[in-house]
């Protein structure tokens, strides 16, 4: 359950954060990733005739992070239009505008995906040393199809620029785009060359991937082993190498094979904790790898109070199957 933060209990009251204090409180509430209070403390500031740009901005940044992609877009798009050269306000709208790509009909994807790579390319150009904002442009350019300005070459020029500023964001952010091209050679090559790479998780997380695609499992789970060995300091490093440990276990389901790595990395992954996201479905896939080796206390202690409390349909279903 999501902690109750201080600011949310007094919203809870109908006492407002003082106007002189807002952004301050805002930015609290971002920081402790509370965005539904940051967005309850927000949304009677905002109205059809609101002209502050910041107000706009936040409350949009809020419905981004929420999952309302489309509220977002529109209340950033009214932002960039009173303060087009905020450089942090054409990225949230980019992302917007991302999100709502895929998730809208094939008519109207194409759109969104136009103007998301147009934001992007416009907050790179406000502010050419934030890497934030590099490398989302180049993760465009990498996985946008032709048609909404998808371009190899120029994902790969945007990785270079940011090796320059950032080496390891850089080189990961060309590894991805070799992978994503199905480049697979070069992407080899380019891992034996760099020494970086070669202490992360991320190229063995991407092989991984790759081969549990093809439905190769066993190779993609002794990939997932050797990623989630990577001992790294940073959050974008334990990410990787905790995802690696979920796809190890999915991996094991999916593939009939090595259910106690499948148990163990998966067991690891929800001692950790912090990857909220993925614990319902981490906690099936280790209930069918207990079901595997004929544990099935072990899986139905699982599996029970998870039906109970998940609101996740498809989750239900597959749950429902088993018990």
Not at 37 to 62: E, F, H, I, Q, Y
Not at 91 to 101: I, Q
Not at 250 to 269: H, W
Request: hydrophobic content about 45%; overall charge negative.
């Amino acid at each position: 359950m999501k902690r109750v933060t201080f600011t949310a209990l007094l919203l809870s009251f109908g006492l407002n954060a003082a106007p002189a204090d807002l952004q301050q409180q805002i930015s609290d509430l971002w920081q402790q990733q509370d965005f539904a209070a940051a967005k309850v403390l927000l949304a009677d500031k905002v109205n059809r005739k609101t002209k502050d740009a910041w107000l706009l901005a936040a409350l949009g940044r809020s419905e981004l992070e929420l999952g309302q992609a489309d509220a977002a877009e529109e209340l950033l798009a009214r932002a960039i239009h009173i303060e087009a050269d905020n450089a942090r306000y054409q990225f949230w709208f980019g992302r917007a505008s991302c999100d709502s790509a895929q998730q809208a009909s094939m008519f109207s994807a194409l759109g969104y995906a136009k103007r998301c790579r147009k934001a992007f390319e416009q907050a790179v150009s406000l502010a050419p040393a934030d890497t934030g904002y590099l490398k989302a442009l180049g993760k465009y350019y990498a996985q946008a199809p032709g048609i909404a300005g998808g371009d190899k070459e120029q994902a790969l020029a945007i990785a270079a620029r940011l090796e320059q500023q950032d080496p390891l964001q850089g080189q990961l952010l060309t590894l991805e785009i070799l992978f994503s091209a199905e480049d697979t050679t070069a992407a080899e090559q380019f891992i034996d060359s760099s020494e970086l790479l070669q202490r992360r998780p991320e190229p063995y997380f991407i092989r991984g991937i790759q081969l549990a695609q093809n439905r190769d499992y066993a190779a993609a789970i002794a990939e997932f082993l050797k990623a989630s060995k990577q001992e790294v300091a940073d959050d974008e490093g334990k990410r990787n190498r905790l995802l690696a440990l979920y796809q190890l276990g999915r991996a094991s389901v999916l593939g009939k094979t090595e259910p106690q790595q499948g148990i163990d990395a998966l067991n690891e992954f929800l001692a950790d904790g912090s990857m909220t996201d993925f614990n319902e479905w981490a906690q099936l896939r280790l209930s069918q790898l207990y079901l595997a080796q004929e544990q099935r206390s072990q899986a139905e202690a699982i599996l029970k109070p998870l039906l109970a409390t998940t609101q996740d349909d498809k989750l239900k279903s597959e749950i429902k199957k088993i018990l």
